[in-house]
């Protein structure tokens, strides 16, 4: 079975200021690992993801996010936050199957930034 | 690339009536789609995996009977409730995925409002 924590609710940060979405899963395979973010009424936007190679992976609108096996972990980072980045983020784990990859949500982290 | 949309947007309906959704990928083929329920604050259930040309796969207390789904052609699925009831209110989310390739994306959702 597999699992994925997002351990806080929320994330408040000063816009220009680093962020960071933290994320740690479970699964018994080598894991494949994303980032969504969802807008208020709206669907889920892909940021990035983890398959394989380099543990850092860039995304969407200057997102990054680094793969830790040892420490099961998948946060995601942005240097400089910016207001617009306003959102609720969602971290999700899956592994190809026979149909398709299915994939495993955690329970999203509103994150805050302000001027 | 990887544009998927839903039709409605938003739909209210009485108590009883059955209601169709659907979910088309614009620019890809989609051998594999997702239909997910998002209740206000919560993360994303999934409902059930369907692949086209087949019968859907539904996860465990969703029921397949109320909860239709058809997978007739590679860009388009639709999800049905039947006979729809108050509790069923919910925002309904699509997603596709290519052959063979890890990534989802989502549709913007349908919001449900049964009276």
């Known amino acids: 079975a597999q699992s994925v924590a997002q351990p806080e609710d929320q994330v408040n940060v000063a816009e220009g200021n680093p962020l960071t979405v933290k994320c740690t899963y479970s699964v018994s395979e080598n894991p494949y690992l994303f980032w969504y973010v969802q807008y208020p009424n709206r669907g889920l936007q892909f940021l990035l993801k983890y398959i394989t190679g380099d543990n850092l992976v860039k995304g969407s609108y200057g997102f990054e996010a680094e793969f830790n096996k040892s420490q099961t972990s998948f946060h995601l980072k942005k240097p400089s936050a910016l207001v617009s980045d306003s959102a609720l983020y969602f971290c999700?784990?899956?592994?190809?199957?026979?149909?398709?990859?299915?994939?495993?949500f955690g329970t999203g982290t509103q994150l805050k930034v302000e001027l | 690339g990887a544009v998927v949309s839903q039709h409605p947007s938003r739909v209210i309906c009485k108590s009883g009536t059955s209601v169709k959704i659907e979910c088309r990928s614009l620019?890809?083929?989609?051998?594999?789609m997702f239909w997910y329920r998002q209740f206000p604050k919560q993360s994303l259930m999934l409902m059930a995996t369907s692949n086209e040309g087949s019968k859907a796969t539904y996860e465990q207390g969703v029921e397949k009977d109320k909860f239709l789904i058809n997978h007739a052609s590679l860009t388009l699925s639709t999800l049905t409730v039947t006979s729809a009831h108050p509790e069923d209110s919910s925002f309904y989310i699509c997603?596709?995925?290519?052959?063979?390739?890890?990534?989802?994306?989502f549709g913007p959702g349908t919001r449900l409002l049964v009276l």
């Open positions: 999700a784990v899956g592994g190809l199957t026979g149909g398709g990859n299915k994939l495993t």
């Open positions: 997603s596709a995925s290519k052959a063979g390739k890890e990534t989802q994306y």
């Open positions: 620019d890809f083929q989609a051998t594999t």
